[in-house]
Structure formats: C-alpha cells, structure tokens
C-alpha cells in the first residue's frame, strides 16, 4: 500500500486533515505517554484510492523541551517513509517562520508533495494561499478540512501522484500476489533439475487444465494454493551455452534472477563446499536488499548428513553475517525430496522481510537495547540515540534520530542491527538502517 505522511508545523489542522481521510476518529494508535503518541497510522479508502496515512500531530500536545527536536525526527521519519507528503499551511496565517523548517526538509527529501492551504472554508484565506506559492512546493490546494472543502481537487491531485500498487492488480484472487521466486547458483547446481520438479510436481497436483505459462522470464507456479512466480533460471541457461564469455553473462543473469525476485534461492551443491562464488551471489542478494534461503542440493549424495549439515549451518553463520538466521534447507531436486520444506522456508522468508514492526515497539526495543549497552561516547561526548522507527519493509529498513550519529561506530551499529534481528526476529533478511542526526 502506498503511504501518504502529513506534514506541517504545529496547529495548521493535520489532525483534522488526518481525521477527515481516515473517516472516523481514531484514538490514538497507542495510548501510552511518550514517544508512542507521537504518530497515528490509519488506511484510507478515497474514492478508488487506497493508502496509509501518517500524522504527526499527536506530538503538538506533548509537552517537552525537546518537542521541536522530536517533531523535526517524526516529520523526517515520515517523510522518508512516505511516496506523497501533504504539506499544510495555515492559509488564514499565510506563511509563517515557523513553516519553513519544515517545507525544508520536504523539498529536500524530493518526493512528490501537494500543497494544502487550510483553513480556507468560504473563500477565506486566499493571500495566505498565494503566499504559499512561496514555499517552491507547487500550487497550494484552497482547503477546509474543518468543512470537507477541496475534498475533490486534493483527490485529483492524490491520484496523480500515488504510485500505483501492484497489490491492488491481484487483491480480488484468493491466492493473493504471486510471491516472485528466484534460484540462483553457480552452474550444475542444479536449478534447472530443481525448477523442473517443482512445475512437474504442480502438473500432477492440480491436472493440465491449469497448465503452466511460460512469458519471457517467468514461469507461473501454484504451491500450496499460493501463487508463485519462478524466474526462468532454465532460458537464462540455454543462452549461457551458447556464449563464449559464460562466466560474463552468468553476473549479469544472476543479477537479473536477483532484482526480478522477492525472495531468492541460494543453491549450493552439498557435495562441493562453500566457494567464493556462493559468496559472491549472498553478497549479491544482500546489497539488492532481497530475502534469502540456501538450498543445500544432491543431499542425496551425502553420506553423513548429519555432521554435513552441522558444518553447512556453521559456515553460513560465519561467512553470511549479514543474512544471519537464514533459512539452510537440503534437498534434492533430482528425487524431489525437501522442495516442500524449501518452499515453506521461501514463503517465511517472504513474511520477515514484508515485517512492519509499531513504532513503539521499536522504542521500547531501543531504551532497552541502548541501557544494556550505551552507545560510546566521542570526544567527550556521549552519542544520544532517541528515537527509532521502521521507515520501509522488503527488505526491514530502520531509521534512528539522534545526536552524533554520525560519529556512531561499525561495531555499535553492527550491534543494533543484530539485536534488532533478534528482537522481532528477522532471520535470512537484509537489515537497512539510516542514521540522522538532528539538532
Ligand atoms: P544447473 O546448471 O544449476 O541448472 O544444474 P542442472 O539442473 O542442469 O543439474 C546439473 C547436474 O546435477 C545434472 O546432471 C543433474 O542431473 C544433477 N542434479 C541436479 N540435482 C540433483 C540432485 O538433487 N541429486 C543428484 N544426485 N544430482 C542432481
């Protein structure tokens, strides 16, 4: 779903704006004092459009020294999470001081914003409208989300910026989304074998009318009643055969398989160990931010699978920090033994890394974290993190505020990126974390 973040100083009426879209008023989404005010979430449903909307007005009540500090982190963090901001002014105050800090930051940020000068019931405010024009963010909608006036034009405006949603495109078919599916691995792996048992297997269970579709690069599958779509790892093969610079075209088929998928199948020949190719493709995977789950084929070649396996979940821990907890399946393409295990592995993988964690779990997973062990201090001076949320998910992508930020080590942030994975366990997922330091 996309998301739509409210934005503007404090008392221009973003509650009321908030309230008007989400139809109903909400209480607050946590009702504990703190940081857990400061934001409320609701879906809208506008006239054929479907989004989440953020507002930060719950901060105006709290009152604290920091307020500004924490509204300028709460704007941020929503403004990074957002596709479209609303920006509001006051239309009746025209542009005050106090908006620009804000307009800032959205012009900085340059995702689409819509302009929306409130207050403006009856024709009332129209200089205030036309100041806004100052502000470089485009043409200001005359509003009243007191009175639901402007409901039509902030419509239009909402629907030519929203992204469209794939979601929507399959949201009526019981199977849901098809969950895209990549098998990578190096050559004689064996991910054409694997490929081909898993559409064989699904020709049996649900007969040829179903048949199987075949476009360019992807092959549609039903597991399980849930849809998949399989990256053609079998088409990228017969082009490699007939191409000299195979090793070449091999990268760039990889990546291709990587960035079409969601989740990706790291495949690995149980009878060769680990080689810095199968690094190479989890290093792949991790820095296009996709989930991940190894596939440990020919497991029936293996003697002593026990101690085999034992050594294989080892390495991975050791050489694939940053997909720690991931998923390690044996298998066997050829007898068609394990494919359910790693389907099931792929479709956990795929829940972690769609995971939205609440803001003030976050935060309470934050004091936590920081008390048990504080962040270092820097030329005297202790490095404050004081707020966290998760700005994205597909891969989890967090963003902490605070002072210094920048100064925080390698080590330190390692830290919080494991504990974090620990805390709301987030195995097999690349974890994202941006720092911003605020005044
Ligand atoms: P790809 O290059 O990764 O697509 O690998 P292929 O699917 O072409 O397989 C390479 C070779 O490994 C073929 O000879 C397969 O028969 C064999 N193979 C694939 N999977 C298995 C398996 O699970 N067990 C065994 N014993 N052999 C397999």
């Excluded at 409208?129 to 239009?156: C, K, N, Q, R, T």
Aim: glycine share 8%; charged share 25%; net charge neutral.
């Amino acid at each position: 779903m996309p998301t739509v973040a409210i934005v503007g100083r404090p008392n221009v009426g973003k509650s009321t704006l908030f309230n008007r879209l989400v139809g109903k008023k909400l209480a607050l989404v946590d009702d504990r004092p703190g940081v857990t005010r400061d934001r409320r979430e609701g879906d809208v449903q506008f006239g054929g459009l479907t989004f989440r909307v953020i507002d930060t007005a719950g901060l105006e009540e709290a009152d604290s020294d920091s307020l500004l500090g924490r509204m300028r982190a709460q704007t941020e963090a929503a403004i990074l999470e957002a596709d479209v901001v609303l920006f509001v002014i006051d239309a009746r105050a025209g542009v005050l001081p106090a908006d620009k800090p804000f307009a800032e930051l959205v012009r900085r940020a340059g995702c689409p914003v819509i302009l929306i000068a409130n207050k403006a019931e009856g024709g009332a405010g129209m200089s205030g409208a036309y100041e806004a024009f100052s502000l470089g963010l485009g043409d200001p909608i005359p509003f009243s989300a007191e009175h639901g006036e402007g409901v039509g034009e902030l419509h239009s405006a909402l629907q030519a910026t929203l992204p469209a949603f794939e979601e929507d495109e399959d949201a009526d078919n019981p199977a849901g989304r098809a969950l895209k599916v990549a098998i990578v691995g190096r050559p004689n792996a064996g991910k054409s074998t694997l490929i081909n048992r898993m559409l064989g297997e699904e020709r049996l269970l649900v007969g040829p009318e179903a048949g199987i579709t075949r476009d360019s690069i992807s092959l549609d599958w039903v597991w399980r009643g849930r849809r998949i779509k399989l990256h053609d790892t079998a088409g990228m093969r017969r082009r490699a055969r007939i191409d000299d610079k195979l090793e070449k075209l091999a990268v760039s088929d990889g990546l291709r398989a990587v960035r079409f998928a969601e989740v990706v199948v790291v495949l690995l020949d149980a009878t060769i160990p680990f080689e810095k190719q199968d690094l190479t493709i989890v290093d792949l995977v991790e820095s296009e931010g996709r989930a991940v789950v190894i596939g440990l084929n020919k497991w029936d070649l293996v003697a002593d699978q026990p101690g085999l396996l034992k050594t294989l979940r080892e390495d991975c821990t050791r050489l694939l920090p940053q997909v720690r907890g991931v998923a390690v399946v044996p298998l066997s393409g050829l007898a068609g033994e394990g494919v359910d295990k790693l389907m099931k592995a792929v479709v956990d993988a795929a829940d972690v890394w769609d995971r939205r964690i609440s803001t003030s779990r976050i935060n309470d997973w934050l004091s936590e974290a920081t008390s048990r062990n504080p962040p270092p201090a820097v030329s005297g001076r202790r490095i404050k993190i004081r707020y966290a949320t998760q700005v994205k998910s597909r891969p989890p992508h967090f963003a902490l505020f605070g002072n210094q930020l920048d100064a925080l080590p390698k080590s330190y942030t390692r830290y919080l990126v494991n504990a974090l994975r620990e805390a709301f366990d987030l195995p097999g997922t690349p974890i994202r974390l941006s720092l911003r330091t605020s005044k």
